[in-house]
């Protein structure tokens, strides 16, 4: 097995929203803030290359919205999903699975394009199984007005369409074992309904995929949660449930929107779970 960190593209968001009601001057030790109250999001998603697989978690916010758009986000950097996989020699015709953590737009944008004369949408990854689970698909396709601004048709409805769409089995607990695609999964429901946690084994490690339910370093204590999570207090439960098994089984934990800290390990304190070591994807992916 190999993994590639694919960068499809560096953003920014209100820190504010981004720390719910964890006051600046705390939240911001972690995660500078510029003049506009803005801070540093990457969209780092993950390529797997197993036997004839190449599976692809998450994709970013892809390129298709308008400038207007994309203006509420201040893009920097020259990172693309494309570009990205061709520095790994890769092309989107080679993805045979999309795993998608969440169908947020920041997610799962990525996955769809304009077709050549732009009167409609079609599936980036042709050859590819798009996956997701059955309550969330629902949650996102019949959106709560708290959220139907992040879940956009044009993001999913294509490769629904396109008949590409696969759904992982939904478990009995919050964890599925030894899943389709080969890794374990974790559910948790704060930030949205049955957000997906891939656990990958490679080379005796646990690489844990960390999405929107630990999206920076700086959401390590339990009580920094995302406003944009629409239920806070399980989030609560389930971050400090999952960091006390990162910190007893010593997970490695990608972190997708950590725009400077790529991969983490944690450790018990007296303070709760903390930091323990930082990472860079070549440390550990070689």
Not at 19 to 33: E, I, M, Y
């Amino acid at each position: 097995m190999n993994l590639y960190p694919i960068n499809s593209g560096n953003f920014k968001l209100d820190g504010g929203a981004m720390f719910g009601v964890v006051p600046k001057s705390l939240w911001q030790r972690t995660n500078p803030a510029d003049a506009n109250n803005m801070i540093d999001i990457a969209a780092r998603c993950l390529l797997i290359e197993d036997g004839n697989r190449l599976i692809l978690i998450d994709t970013g916010m892809g390129n298709k919205q308008s400038d207007k758009f994309f203006g509420y986000y201040h893009l920097w950097g020259d990172d693309t999903l494309e570009k990205s996989l061709k520095t790994h020699g890769f092309h989107p015709d080679d993805i045979t699975d999309v795993f998608l953590t969440h169908l947020h737009f920041d997610h799962s944008g990525g996955c769809v394009q304009w077709n050549k004369d732009r009167t409609g949408y079609e599936p980036v990854f042709k050859n590819a199984h798009y996956w997701s689970n059955e309550d969330h698909w629902q949650w996102a396709t019949q959106p709560n007005n708290r959220e139907k601004a992040s879940f956009l048709k044009e993001n999913i409805l294509p490769f629904e369409e396109s008949g590409q769409l696969k759904f992982t089995q939904l478990p009995e607990t919050n964890l599925l074992k030894n899943s389709t695609l080969g890794f374990d999964i974790f559910f948790a429901d704060g930030h949205t309904d049955k957000q997906m946690i891939p656990l990958i084994n490679y080379n005796g490690k646990t690489i844990a995929f960390m999405a929107d339910l630990l999206p920076t370093v700086g959401h390590l204590p339990i009580p920094f949660v995302m406003g944009y999570d629409t239920r806070p207090l399980l989030t609560l439960d389930e971050k400090e449930h999952f960091l006390n098994l990162a910190a007893d089984n010593n997970y490695y934990l990608f972190l997708e929107h950590d725009a400077h800290n790529e991969i983490i390990t944690v450790k018990h304190t007296e303070k709760g779970v903390r930091l323990n070591n930082t990472f860079s994807t070549q440390d550990i992916f070689k």
